[in-house]
């Protein structure tokens, strides 16, 4: 006949931090006895409520998971103490499961983990974290629908990613292959995290599959489509002003975010008497070397060095109507400016190497996959070369 034993789990208010955390503690009662020990989780007061961690915080699955994951081995170490004929106080159960008999790490415990390492990296940038925490989001709500929140490492398989790929191609708003790899991918950094902490010795899901969507057509301009952009008057000065960021991108290759952060005095620098804008990439950190082509220098002349500014939705919306009045039936983002600018150069002669450096690619590999497409004017100019007819 097994001893009753409760289990409390509650916020030790009088450790709260300096940032206004306290951390979670459990307590063990046993013939009127406590044992208390940290369960290494720490939250606001305002995220506790009703011996758990409230629904809107957004770590509550994982955390609360923890909660019930420690409570049924604390009834399990209880169980095998009473079964075996030995020994029970709130102590010595206390001192079992803090000696490491406890059941090891959750998978989405060291996905937290890896998610804290991601967000204290000043490396990182903000919208990369911040896809990192969407990721991390999506995987939780489809092991919560699997009835897996408390799934380990080891646990996690190929077969179990599939059902994550199924999971988010069958819903109404499905993803897209690509997006869904990306989380696949996720994982698999969880579990390389693990392995380098020991808890699994290798990959389970390293021969995963990847599904691939249709390789997209790249949408970019011709020199001939932005002559249109470049030589026409717009009559709304909103139209105009996105037109000529719209020509500012594809003439130096930045991507929105970096074209908002552009400033004339902080990234244009005189390197052997050619004016170069020199500027570290939002999105990888990485520092694109682009020269000051003429006409990107004319529009900062006319701007007097200070671009406008303005939101991506709204810029996306008024570069459509300028596509529209010059005639261009293309979809026109903010993102094909960087792509003409890639093209045009890479048709204009300069090498894989050079274009990869403007553009503030991590490596050459990727310019070659998104870039190096060879179109026909890239041919013709080589057929002249060489001379063939």
């Keep these: 006949m097994t001893t009753r ?49 409230i629904k809107e915080h957004p770590q509550s699955a994982i955390y609360n998971a923890k909660l019930s994951s420690i409570k049924t081995k604390l009834l399990s170490i209880q169980l095998s103490l009473s079964l075996s004929d030995q020994p029970a106080s709130a102590e010595i159960i206390k001192n079992k499961i803090c000696t490491k008999e406890i ?118 301009l011709t020199v001939a489509e932005l002559t249109l952009i470049e030589k026409h008057k717009f009559v709304s000065s909103k139209l105009q002003c996105v037109a000529d960021l719209y020509l500012f991108q594809c003439y130096t290759g930045l991507a929105y975010c970096d074209l908002m952060n552009f400033d004339y005095q902080t990234h244009t620098h005189l390197i052997n008497n050619r004016l170069w804008i020199v500027e570290n990439r939002a999105k990888t950190n990485v520092e694109a070397m682009i020269p000051l082509f003429e006409k990107a220098k004319k529009l900062l002349v006319k701007y007097k060095r200070k671009l406008p500014v303005i939101s991506n939705q709204k810029y996306n919306e008024y570069i459509k109507e300028v596509a529209e009045i010059v005639g261009i039936e293309k979809n026109l983002t903010t993102h094909t400016a960087r792509k003409t600018f890639g093209m045009i150069k890479l048709n204009e002669g ?40």
Excluded at 357 to 374: C, D, E, F, L, P
Aim: aromatic share 10%.
């Design 5 to 53: 034993m409760n289990v409390l789990f509650f916020l030790s208010k009088k450790r709260i931090n300096n940032k206004g955390f306290a951390p979670i503690y459990c307590r063990i009662t046993m013939f009127g006895q406590r044992a208390e020990f940290s369960i290494g989780v720490s939250v606001s007061p305002g995220d506790w409520k009703n011996n758990e961690v």
């Design 103 to 220: 059941a090891p790490k959750s998978f989405l415990e060291l996905m937290d983990e890896l998610i804290q390492q991601i967000e204290n990296n000043p490396k990182r940038a903000a919208r990369t974290k911040k896809n990192y925490k969407t990721a991390q989001k999506n995987i939780v709500i489809f092991l919560k629908k699997q009835k897996r929140l408390h799934i380990t490492c080891s646990e996690i398989s190929t077969d179990l990613c599939k059902k994550f790929e199924d999971h988010y191609r069958n819903r109404k708003n499905k993803f897209s292959f690509n997006y869904i790899n990306k989380h696949i991918h996720f994982i698999g950094q969880t579990i390389k995290f693990a392995i380098r902490k020991n808890v699994i010795p290798y990959n389970i899901v390293s021969s995963y599959q990847f599904t691939k969507d249709e390789e997209k057509v790249i949408v970019s």
């Design 350 to 389: 300069f090498s894989i190497e050079s274009v990869s450096r403007m553009m503030g690619h991590n490596s050459t590999t990727i310019t070659q996959k998104t870039y190096a497409r060879v179109t026909h004017v890239r041919i013709d100019k080589e057929l002249l070369l060489l001379n063939i007819k």
